[in-house]
C-alpha cells in the first residue's frame, strides 16, 4: 500500500481517521434507512388494524415482521459495506503500532455485531486507539484553511473593553493588582483567552495555529502551506464573560496575601529558584460552573498515542494546506475530569509578571495546585 513504510505517523493518523469517519457515516445512513422502513411499514400496519376484509386476517403483523426483517437486512449489508474500511484500518494500524512500541496488531476476527465498531478490532492497542478516534467523533466539527484565514483578531478596542470589565469584577481589596496584572504587556490572558474571541477564532487556533490575539503572524505560503511560529496543544478555549476570567484571579490573589507578605513573596516562596511557576486553581475553588468556559479539544486525543499522532496530523495538514484535523466542542469545567484554571507567573528581574490564564479540563503536569502552595 502507499503508506508502508513511510513512518509518518501524521500520514497515518490521518488515512485511519478518514476511513472510520466513512464508517461513520455509513452506520448513520445505515440506521436513517432501518429506522425509515420500520416506520413506513408500522404505519402500514397500524393502517390495517381492525380492518376486517376478506383475506387481511393477521396482515398487520406481517407487514411489521417485514419491517424488521428489513432492518436485519439493512443491518447486515452495513457489515458488509463497512467490512473493506475496518481490514484498510487494520493494515495501517500495523504500520502505526511499531511507531508507539507495539511490536504488531493480532489479526482481525469476523464481525459478530453492527455495533460497536471499535470491538471488530483486536483487543489491545489497536482497539483502544480506534475506539479513542471515535469519541465523539459524530459531533465533531473542522475547519478549512481559507476559513481560519477570515477568523480576526478583536479591535484594541474589544480587548480593553474586557480588561476593564474582567478588572471591575475584581473585589475592592484586589481590583488594583488584579487589572494590573491582565493589562501588563507580558499577560495575554485576555488578548487569546478572553470572551471578546469568537469561537470560530478559537478554532482557527487549534486547526491551523491561527493566533486570535493577532500577534503571532499567519500566512499562507506560495506553496500552500501555512507559516506560523504560534503553538498550540490538543485544545484551545476561553471564558464566556469578563466575569469568569476576573474569578480566577481574584481566588489566586486571596490565597496569596493571606499565605505570604505580598504575591511575588508567595510566588517565589513556591517557585523553588526556578522563573516560572504555573497554578492549577480548580474550579470549585475559582468559583467557576457550567457555561463559564467553552473551547474545542482535538478529537480522538484521550491518549498519549493518539495526541501525539493528532499533532502530526495537524503539522501534516500545515504543510499541505489541506486534510485539516478534527475537533470536539466542549466546556472543559463541566465535561473536565479534574478541571480548573491554569494561571502562569514568569520571573522578570526582581519581579513577577502573570503570563497567561485560561480554563482547563485537568492540571497540567508540571502545575502545582493552588490548596498545596505554603
Known amino acids: 500500500m502507499a503508506l508502508a513504510g513511510s513512518g509518518d505517523r501524521g500520514e497515518l493518523r490521518a488515512a485511519i481517521e478518514g476511513l472510520l469517519r466513512t464508517c461513520v457515516e455509513l452506520e448513520r445512513h445505515a440506521a436513517e434507512m432501518a429506522q425509515t422502513s420500520r416506520d413506513q411499514a408500522n404505519r402500514v400496519a397500524r393502517g390495517l388494524v381492525g380492518l376486517r376484509a376478506p383475506g387481511v386476517s393477521g396482515l398487520a403483523g406481517e407487514i411489521a415482521d417485514i419491517g424488521t426483517a428489513m432492518s436485519v437486512d439493512l443491518s447486515k449489508d452495513f457489515l458488509?459495506?463497512?467490512?473493506?474500511?475496518?481490514?484498510?484500518?487494520?493494515?495501517?494500524?500495523?504500520?502505526l503500532a511499531p511507531l508507539h512500541g507495539v511490536a504488531?496488531?493480532?489479526?482481525?476476527?469476523?464481525?459478530?455485531?453492527?455495533?460497536?465498531?471499535?470491538?471488530?478490532?483486536?483487543?489491545?492497542?489497536?482497539?483502544?486507539?480506534?475506539g479513542d478516534l471515535l469519541v465523539g467523533a459524530d459531533r465533531s466539527v473542522t475547519l478549512g484553511m481559507s476559513e481560519a484565514g477570515q477568523a480576526t483578531a478583536p479591535a484594541p478596542d474589544a480587548i480593553d473593553q474586557s480588561k476593564t470589565v474582567a478588572g471591575s469584577q475584581l473585589s475592592a481589596d484586589f481590583h488594583d493588582e488584579g487589572a494590573s496584572m491582565l493589562e501588563d504587556p507580558a499577560c495575554h490572558a485576555v488578548e487569546r483567552h478572553g470572551p471578546q474571541i469568537s469561537d470560530k477564532a478559537q478554532l482557527a487556533r487549534l486547526i491551523w495555529l491561527k493566533d486570535p490575539s493577532g500577534a503571532?503572524?499567519?500566512?499562507?505560503a506560495p506553496d500552500g502551506s501555512v507559516q506560523t511560529n504560534h503553538r498550540c496543544g490538543t485544545s484551545a478555549?476561553?471564558?464566556?464573560?469578563?466575569?469568569?476570567?476576573?474569578k480566577p484571579i481574584e481566588a489566586f490573589l486571596r490565597v496569596a496575601h493571606s499565605r505570604a507578605n505580598d504575591v511575588a513573596d508567595f510566588i517565589t516562596r513556591n517557585a523553588h529558584g526556578a522563573n516560572n511557576l504555573g497554578v492549577h486553581i480548580s474550579a470549585s475553588q475559582a468559583g467557576l460552573s457550567a457555561g463559564d468556559a467553552f473551547g474545542y479539544r482535538g478529537a480522538g486525543t484521550g491518549m498519549r498515542e493518539t495526541r501525539r499522532d493528532w499533532i502530526a496530523a495537524r503539522r501534516l495538514a500545515m504543510r499541505r494546506g489541506e486534510g485539516p484535523v478534527h475537533a470536539v466542542p466542549y466546556d472543559p469545567v463541566v465535561e473536565g475530569t479534574d478541571p480548573g484554571v491554569t494561571l502562569v507567573f514568569k520571573r522578570s528581574g526582581t519581579t513577577w509578571r502573570l503570563v497567561t490564564c485560561y480554563p482547563v479540563e485537568k492540571p497540567g503536569t508540571t502545575n502545582r495546585r493552588l490548596e498545596d502552595l505554603a
Do not use: M
Request: proline share 10%.
Open 104 to 130: 504488531t496488531v493480532p489479526a482481525l476476527s469476523p464481525p459478530a455485531t453492527v455495533d460497536g465498531l471499535a470491538a471488530e478490532f483486536p483487543a489491545g492497542f489497536a482497539r483502544s486507539y480506534i
Open 237 to 246: 478555549g476561553g471564558f464566556t464573560s469578563p466575569e469568569a476570567l476576573a
Open 216 to 220: 503571532d503572524a499567519w500566512l499562507i
Open 80 to 95: 458488509e459495506a463497512r467490512a473493506p474500511y475496518v481490514a484498510e484500518v487494520h493494515q495501517l494500524l500495523g504500520l
